[in-house]
């Protein structure tokens, strides 16, 4: 309880006022040289308390030997940095989280959350003119006791599976009801891009999909707006987009990852399981969507582990260097932009559940009329995409949520028979090895070129056009695939094979381990 009256105090405002232009460290540290010369005459409470008004909340003075100290009151001096800084440590992340004023952003290196403790006292103290009349004993208690209490580990739970940020607020996925950021909502992340759930048939962007899809454009919006949700175990896919080189495809897709930012993410499965797979892996798990504009045309078998762990929600391992080994479940959903070699799968269960096709099949842009194409051109600029962005992904979600509840994408007939073409396709190769290759006397036998250029007419007969038979690259894969062994290094093969073993009596790369091809059949 003050000991000053109100005419007092209110004669303290009136000569604050005066000085307000001053900083406030000058004015106090001026009134306490003016209270420090009055303490033979007044009353020492008195002027104390006066002194306590130009000082902040958490500073106590004392008077010894006719001098006035300070003294820090602890439990005040807590609540000035807690207005401060925002910070949460965790048993799940002791690197504990800083709240930026719009989402909690997670620290990156041991000491980080300790050195921002203790900066802000530093910079709290200097501010007041403290910091440099505190010996280092005196300070390292305050430090200490602000470590006790603002990093005591927190049972909270980040990133709420409903909630997701985007740069004007925050939405709610089941109530599809946006608001303001809060501190409460514990998310970890911002989104650079605003959200709308006004637009009915998804703008601009929405229409540019559906010029290069036709009704498939439903499809790719379900799957687009489906990134947005943090579980991905409700709809297991993985999804190619197909079409002629040079119709937009690209432009498309580098529109949709601008809604991601750095949660964004166009590794592909190569890069996944190749000699530094533990980088990208790492990469990958904190990535919303991972969209890329050119599919591998060869996956090998830890690729493919992959891609079934991935599109199954299944856990992966991340070794990233110099960080501690962890496992996660892969939110990423992929969206591949492909042309005409496609890469080459099984025709199992697993991939007729897990794989997408869609037809691109728009015509390039180079093709069109020069009035058509200089108005295309206009009307789809990348800039002008990018500013639609906002109500293409809140009709996406909403065309994301109905397919959740179904559980499964908007499928037309003619892309399910269009995935059913490509997997059989790997069936094709299974029956030109049952009818073309045969056992040989010798162990070298015929070249996989040799063998290619069998495969090729053989897929003719089969129907295929030239442009749709897989490249020769994928064709050796597929080889592999199937416990086909191929030699490393020259070799040539024996005269008694000669009816179905290529240039047997010269050395050449790359020949089947006991295998011959009759290309009479």
């Known amino acids: 309880m003050s000991i000053l009256n109100d005419e007092e105090l209110k004669d303290i405002e009136k000569k604050a006022q005066t000085v307000k232009e001053q900083p406030k460290e000058i004015v106090y540290w001026n009134k306490r040289k003016e209270v420090e010369s009055r303490l033979d005459d007044d009353d020492v409470a008195k002027l104390l308390d006066e002194l306590s008004t130009f000082a902040p909340k958490w500073l106590k003075h004392v008077v010894f030997k006719k001098r006035i100290h300070h003294i820090i009151d602890y439990p005040k001096f807590l609540k000035c940095i807690e207005e401060r800084i925002s910070v949460i440590v965790t048993d799940k992340n002791p690197l504990g989280y800083h709240y930026t004023g719009e989402y909690w952003q997670s620290y990156t290196k041991a000491n980080q959350v300790t050195q921002a403790v203790r900066n802000e006292v530093i910079f709290e103290l200097s501010e007041w003119l403290i910091y440099d009349k505190m010996s280092n004993g005196d300070l390292s208690k305050l430090y200490s006791y602000m470590y006790a209490y603002m990093l005591e580990p927190q049972n909270i739970i980040f990133d709420k599976n409903e909630l997701v940020s985007f740069s ?23 989104l650079p891009v605003n959200v709308s759930l006004n637009s009915p048939n998804g703008g601009l962007v929405a229409e540019y999909a559906r010029h290069l899809l036709g009704d498939e454009e439903k499809t790719l919006s379900e799957w687009f707006g489906y990134m947005f949700f943090k579980d991905a175990s409700n709809i297991n896919a993985i999804m190619f987009m197909q079409g002629v080189g040079g119709n937009g495809k690209s432009t498309l897709l580098k529109t949709l990852l601008e809604s991601f930012g750095n949660f964004g993410s166009s590794i592909s499965f190569k890069q996944l399981s190749g000699k530094d797979s533990d980088r990208y892996v790492n990469q990958l798990s ?7 504009t050119e599919s591998d045309t060869q996956i090998n078998n830890d690729g493919m582990t992959l891609i079934k762990k991935i599109s199954s929600g299944d856990p992966i391992t991340a070794n990233p260097k110099g960080k501690e080994t962890f496992t996660y479940t892969p939110r990423a959903k992929f969206l591949i932009s492909v042309n005409y070699h496609l890469p080459v799968f099984e025709d199992s269960k697993e ?35 990018k500013e639609a962005l906002p109500e293409y992904i809140g009709y996406a979600i909403k065309l ?19 995935i059913a073409d490509w997997l059989k396709s790997d069936d094709y190769i299974s029956q030109f090895i049952d009818e073309y290759l045969v056992e040989i006397v010798g162990t070298n036998g015929a070249t996989v070129k040799y063998v290619y250029d069998q495969f090729k007419p053989f897929m003719t007969e089969q129907g295929f056009d030239e442009m749709d038979i897989i490249s020769f690259k994928q064709f050796r894969n597929a080889l592999l695939s199937k416990g086909i062994i191929i030699a490393t290094f020259p070799t040539r093969g024996i005269e008694k094979d000669k009816e179905v073993v290529n240039d047997f009596d010269e050395n050449k790369k790359s020949r089947l381990r006991g295998k011959g091809v009759n290309k009479h059949r």
């Open 168 to 190: 004007n607020g925050t939405l709610d996925l089941e109530t599809l009801v946006q608001h303001p950021f809060k501190k409460d909502d514990y998310l970890t992340s911002k």
């Open 286 to 292: 904190t990535a919303y969507a991972n969209i890329l």
């Open 351 to 385: 991939y007729q559940r897990r794989l997408v096709l869609l037809s691109a099949d728009a015509k390039p842009i180079e093709s069109m009329a020069e009035d058509e194409r200089k108005a295309f051109l206009n009307k789809f600029d990348k800039d002008k995409l």
């Open 400 to 418: 994301a949520k109905q397919a959740i509840a179904r559980k499964q994408l908007t499928l037309l007939p003619s892309t399910k028979t269009r």
